[in-house]
Nanobody, 115 residues
Framework: VQLQASGGGLVQAGGSLRLSCVAS????????MAWYRQAPGEQRELVAS???????DYKDSVKGRFTIARDNAENTVYLQMNSLKPEDTAVYYC??????????WGQGTLVTVSS
C-alpha cells in the first residue's frame, strides 16, 4: 500500500479534525502531496496541496480554516481542519504525484460534519 489515510470521523459544525496520510518513503520523497474530497453526488475536488519544496495551495472555500503540512521524517502529510462546516462533509482522499507524473490515491476517509 502506497498511501494510508486516517483521521476521519463525525464532528459538529465548528469543530476540528486532523487527517493523516502515511506514504511509502519512495513515493513521499518524490511527490507533491495533496488532499482531495468527494461529497455525495459530486465530483472529486482538490482541497489542498503541498510540493516537496513546501509550496502550498488551497481551495478557496477552505482557506483560513484548513492547514496542510508534511513531515518529511515520517513520510506523512496532514490536513488540519478547523471551523468545520456541514458542506465540508465528504470522503477525503490522500494523493501523491511523483516527478514522473505518476499519481497514487490512498483509500478515502469519511468526514461528516453535523449542523
Amino acid at each position: 500500500v502506497q498511501l494510508q489515510a486516517s483521521g476521519g470521523g463525525l464532528v459538529q459544525a465548528g469543530g476540528s479534525l486532523r487527517l493523516s496520510c502515511v506514504a511509502s518513503e519512495s513515493l513521499f520523497r518524490s511527490s507533491t502531496m495533496a488532499w482531495y474530497r468527494q461529497a455525495p453526488g459530486e465530483q472529486r475536488e482538490l482541497v489542498a496541496s503541498i510540493t516537496r519544496g513546501g509550496t502550498i495551495d488551497y481551495k478557496d472555500s477552505v482557506k483560513g480554516r484548513f492547514t496542510i503540512a508534511r513531515d518529511n521524517a515520517e513520510n506523512t502529510v496532514y490536513l488540519q481542519m478547523n471551523s468545520l462546516k456541514p458542506e465540508d462533509t465528504a470522503v477525503y482522499y490522500c494523493y501523491g504525484k511523483n516527478t514522473r507524473g505518476l499519481g497514487y490515491w490512498g483509500q478515502g476517509t469519511l468526514v461528516t460534519v453535523s449542523s
